[in-house]
């Protein structure tokens, strides 16, 4: 099994993907699969997102896929047992992160403010998910955060763009970037994959700072 740390470093930017059918998967992972994406999260947000999960952990093998927007320890196990090879939730709970530990799915915790960081650390993680990273402060916020966190690892998540995504892996303490821009819904509605495979690309082969 991986650690969180592991899978975050397997790429510079984690694809977030809310999806509407299993065949919308299928193509959306493939373009994303060109571009050069080898980890990705498909959220709970719609019906489709478990099934999405099942269906792309099967044939997506070469790619690491996780589930986000966990918010119950049902969704821990009913992701797990989909396929689901990490889990991102947009905060932390004692109930999360045992029902995590207890089935070894290994949990990126959403924190935003330095009592959930504590919190955070309490529990053993290095590596958490900032959310909603630019509504919450963006760059300033992750810097202020490095005084008093300096081990602590950062996955800033929300508001990110393909213009703002470089300054996020300038800093030392982010270690990947998490957002929907790759992906956006003119592209989806209008099928066009060649723009998701280009937007996949440019975001792949973005360096960081931290590796
Ligand atoms: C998330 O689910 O982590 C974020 O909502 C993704 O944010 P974005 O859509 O602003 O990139």
Known sequence: MKSVGEIMRIGPVIPVLTL?????CEQVVHALYEGGVRVLE???????GLKAIEHASKF???IVVGVGTITTTTQVKEAKRAGATFGVSPGLTHALHAAAKDIDLPLLPGVMTPSDILRALSLGYDTVKFFPAQQAGGLDM????????????????GG????SVRSFL??????????SWLTPTAAIISQNW???TRLAHAASQLARLNT
């Open 20 to 24: 509407e059918s299993v065949e919308q």
């Open 42 to 48: 498909i959220t709970l947000r719609t019906a489709v």
């Open 60 to 62: 997506a093998s070469d």
């Open 142 to 157: 992750l810097r202020a955060f490095s005084g008093p966190f300096p081990t602590l690892q950062f996955c800033p998540t």
């Open 160 to 163: 990110i763009t393909q213009e």
């Open 170 to 179: 300038d800093l030392p303490n982010v270690i990947c970037v998490g957002g």
């Open 194 to 196: 060649g723009e998701v």
